[in-house]
Nanobody, 125 residues
Framework: QEQLLQSGGGLVQPGGSLRLSCAAS????????IGWFRQAPGKEREGVSC????????NYADSVKGRFTVSRDNVKNMVYLEMNNLRPEDTAVYFC??????????????????WGQGTQVTVSP
């Protein structure tokens, strides 16, 4: 079936790095913009980053700008979120979501066609 499958989460120390992956199964990711979100316990879901279908445009939340990089490989049908200089406040479950329309607004409240299952990122000494 059509779905997004996430991987790459884990436990890192402050200042460390992780790369999250978001892989499309059963559909062509090249036709979709991707939004990245995160949600910490007791907090609202917040937008982290987004990337247009071609990869020509990327945007970031102020809290991660300069530390996170979103990219994609449409041949491999995958999108990535490279996270470096991680902070404890980055601890959250991270989600990717696919949007069939051409738009890239961080945290955009769109009717996303697909959501990944989420992956835990924990930043702790």
């Amino acid at each position: 079936q059509e779905q997004l499958l996430q991987s790459g989460g884990g436990l890192v120390q402050p200042g460390g790095s992780l790369r999250l992956s978001c892989a499309a199964s059963g559909f062509t990711l090249a036709y979709y913009s991707i939004g990245w979100f995160r949600q910490a316990p007791g907090k609202e879901r917040e937008g982290v980053s987004c990337i247009t279908a071609s990869g020509a445009t990327t945007n970031y939340a102020d809290s991660v700008k300069g530390r996170f990089t979103v990219s994609r490989d449409n041949v491999k049908n995958m999108v990535y979120l490279e996270m470096n200089n991680l902070r404890p406040e980055d601890t959250a479950v991270y989600f990717c979501a696919a949007d069939s329309e051409t738009r890239c607004v961080v945290g955009g409240r769109y009717a996303y066609d697909y959501w990944g299952q989420g992956t835990q990122v924990t930043v702790s000494p």
